[in-house]
């Protein structure tokens, strides 16, 4: 059974850069799209970046240029590299797999909030 644990949020101050990390374990996530979502209070789910098994990414316009998705699978690890923080960028940040055409996985969050 495979489980998913984020990492790394925190508070921080606009400008300054985070990095998550979502551990997989119990299963292998390399064949799988892993992605990025953020719930922020008053808000939709957003997905904000998706990594697929074959090297390719991609990314929310609100955090194109910003964030970076990697993977690394022999740590059985999802990254989300966050530059440019902004207060928008405040919320839960989830990672979850993707199985066909849903995501059938997810973790339990860590926060991130953004703020002076």
């Known amino acids: 059974q495979l489980t998913l644990v984020e990492s790394g949020g925190g508070l921080v101050q606009p400008g300054d850069s985070l990095r998550l990390s979502c551990a997989a374990s119990?299963?292998?996530?390399?064949?799988?799209?892993v992605a990025w979502f953020r719930q922020a209070p008053g808000k939709e789910r957003e997905r904000v970046a998706i990594?697929?098994?074959?090297?390719?990414?991609s990314y929310a316009d609100t955090v194109k240029g910003r964030f970076t998705i990697s993977r690394d699978n022999a740590k059985n690890t999802v990254f989300l590299q966050m530059n440019g923080l902004k207060p928008d960028d405040t919320g839960v940040y989830v990672c979850?797999?993707?199985?066909?055409?849903?995501?059938?996985?997810w973790g339990q969050g860590t926060q991130v909030t953004v703020a002076l």
């Open positions: 119990g299963r292998t996530v390399s064949p799988y799209a």
């Open positions: 990594s697929y098994p074959g090297g390719s990414a």
């Open positions: 979850a797999r993707q199985n066909g055409y849903a995501y059938d996985c």
